[in-house]
């Protein structure tokens, strides 16, 4: 089963991926942490990432539907992924429409993670407190550009999937535990 975790940054995108993967096997597939360790890698895509994602902004949708395509092809992602920060784009939702179709696989749900905004602020402080600052974009200035580009280039993907009738919704305020329950309920829909 492939699924798309969807939400703002500190909606727990990725926690709640950690605990799908860790119950149920399935293959996270995060492209921030891709372009992460592109970054520790020191490649030349790393290098040119690391001054976008210190500024808040989206790498390249040529850049992020390549690096996808090349982790659905490969043999891990067959028994199904969990996308966890991508698509971040309309142009790149449609990009991974073409993409699933063409390799005849089908996307399940997209789950939206829905969070109350004025609390990522402190969840974000607490990540870079918990992480000893490892992420150089978890900061109050980067986490409003970050918003600002949610709310632009991000948030109009949600309508793409409500029209296909896959958009699910869960409430991001719950607990940890409470927000994978209602996912774990989606999934078995
Ligand atoms: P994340 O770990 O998902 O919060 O991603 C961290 C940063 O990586 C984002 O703020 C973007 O700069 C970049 N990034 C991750 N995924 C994408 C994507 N699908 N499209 C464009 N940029 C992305």
């Not at 992420?135 to 949600?158: F, G, I, M, Q």
């Amino acid at each position: 089963m492939n699924i798309i975790l969807f939400g703002p940054p500190g909606a727990g995108k990725g926690t709640q991926a950690e605990k799908l993967v860790a119950d149920k096997g399935m293959v996270q597939l995060s492209t921030g942490d891709m372009l992460r360790a592109a970054i520790a890698a020191g490649t030349e895509l790393g290098l040119k990432a690391k001054e976008i994602i210190d500024r808040g902004d989206l790498v390249s949708d040529d850049i992020m539907v390549g690096m996808i395509q090349e982790r659905m092809a490969s043999d891990e992602a067959q028994s199904g992924v969990i996308l966890d920060g991508f698509p971040r784009t309309v142009a790149q939702a449609e990009a991974l429409d073409k993409m699933m179709t063409d390799m005849g696989i089908d996307l399940a749900h997209v789950v939206e993670i829905k969070v109350d905004e004025a609390a990522l602020f402190a969840r974000i402080e607490k990540r870079a407190a918990e992480t000893g600052g490892e992420r150089s974009d978890d900061n109050a200035d980067v986490l409003a550009k970050r918003l600002k580009v949610y709310h632009e280039n991000t948030a109009p993907v949600l309508p793409y999937y409500e029209a296909q009738g896959k958009l699910k919704t869960v409430n991001g305020m719950d607990s940890i535990d409470e927000v994978s329950q209602q996912i774990n309920e989606i999934l078995a829909s």
